[in-house]
Antibody
Framework: EVPLVESGGGLVQPGGSLRLSCVASGFSFSGSWMNWVRQAPGKGLEWVANIKPDGSERSHVDNVKGRFTVSRDNAKNSLYLQMNSLTVEDTAVYYC??????????WGLGALVSVSS | DVVLTQSPLSLPVTLGQPASISCTSTQGLVFRTGDTWLSWYHQRPGQSPRRLIYDVSKRDSGVPDRFSGSGSGTDFTLKISRVEAEDVGVYYCMQHTHWPHTFGQGTKLEI
């Protein structure tokens, strides 16, 4: 069973918007810091955003601040990333990742976001 | 931002031989609690990253004991005592002591 499953990726034009979702199962979602990490084609990993277990605090990397917003719904075991004003530089596989209780660590399979005209 | 610099970036190895990857940080990674939040990840081609080591030297469940992590302050090392074929891929160090969390550039291990 895959603990994290992302959805919502796709092809979008520059300036457009997408909303990624990530559904968790098999571990304590409400007890986990949740993160979005991305990987541009052929490149390394870049941490994008995270949110506290209760949703009271969130943080975003500078190059997405004001454009991306991370949120969560613990009742639905779900994490979201609202992405606005997308640019070609945002093209990447977006991974949902959990830093869970007792030092557990889970990653999804990723969702591909392609920004192109 | 904290920059993590890995070396080497490419690591050709022979099966059964040891391998070592260095990760150097531009800032100390000790949090005010005394914890050092430096982790190592392995990513095989076409797969998601998998964490191997957390808090500098603690192995994740299921990780073979041929993997070990060490270091302190700004200098950290991942060692593989005897490389096996399944170890190919890219290795990343990552810190989550400081905001924003950051990864090293990655070290590609090839047999």
């Amino acid at each position: 069973e895959v603990p994290l499953v992302e959805s919502g990726g796709g092809l979008v034009q520059p300036g457009g918007s997408l909303r990624l979702s990530c559904v968790a199962s098999g571990f304590s979602f409400s007890g986990s810091w949740m993160n979005w990490v991305r990987q541009a084609p052929g490149k390394g990993l870049e941490w994008v955003a995270n949110i506290k277990p209760d949703g009271s605090e969130r943080s975003h990397v500078d190059n997405v601040k004001g454009r991306f917003t991370v949120s969560r719904d613990n009742a639905k075991n779900s994490l979201y990333l609202q992405m606005n004003s997308l640019t070609v530089e945002d093209t990447a596989v977006y991974y949902c990742a959990a830093w869970g209780p007792e030092n557990s660590n889970y990653w999804g399979l990723g969702a591909l976001v392609s920004v192109s005209s | 931002d904290v920059v993590l610099t890995q070396s080497p970036l490419s690591l050709p190895v022979t099966l059964g031989q040891p391998a070592s990857i260095s990760c150097t940080s531009t800032q100390g990674l000790v949090f005010r609690t005394g914890d050092t939040w430096l982790s190592w990840y392995h990513q095989r081609p076409g797969q998601s990253p998998r964490r191997l080591i957390y808090d500098v030297s603690k192995r994740d469940s299921g990780v073979p004991d041929r993997f070990s992590g060490s270091g302190s302050g700004t200098d950290f090392t991942l060692k593989i005592s005897r490389v096996e074929a399944e170890d190919v891929g890219v290795y990343y160090c990552m810190q989550h002591t400081h905001w924003p969390h950051t990864f090293g550039q990655g070290t590609k291990l090839e047999i």
